[in-house]
């Protein structure tokens, strides 16, 4: 896999969740960049709408 940050070399790491659960979830991370990415970022990512196909008009307070 390929970081989509700068294209560098991605590894598996398995992400630590320490926010009261201590959860150890399935991911992964950039040997460049430091990105880390797992299949609930992926997903928001997917899910969040491009910028363009939001209303072009600035918001004018009048």
Known sequence: M???RCRGV????????????YLTLPG???LSCGEVLD???LTNRQ???S??????SPNVCR
Do not use: E
Request: with cysteine.
């Open 47 to 49: 899910s969040v709408k």
């Open 10 to 21: 991605m590894i598996a790491q398995d992400l630590h969740d320490h926010h009261g659960t």
């Open 2 to 4: 390929s970081c989509p």
């Open 51 to 56: 910028p363009t196909s939001r209303s072009s």
């Open 39 to 41: 299949a609930t970022i």
């Open 28 to 30: 992964w991370r950039c």
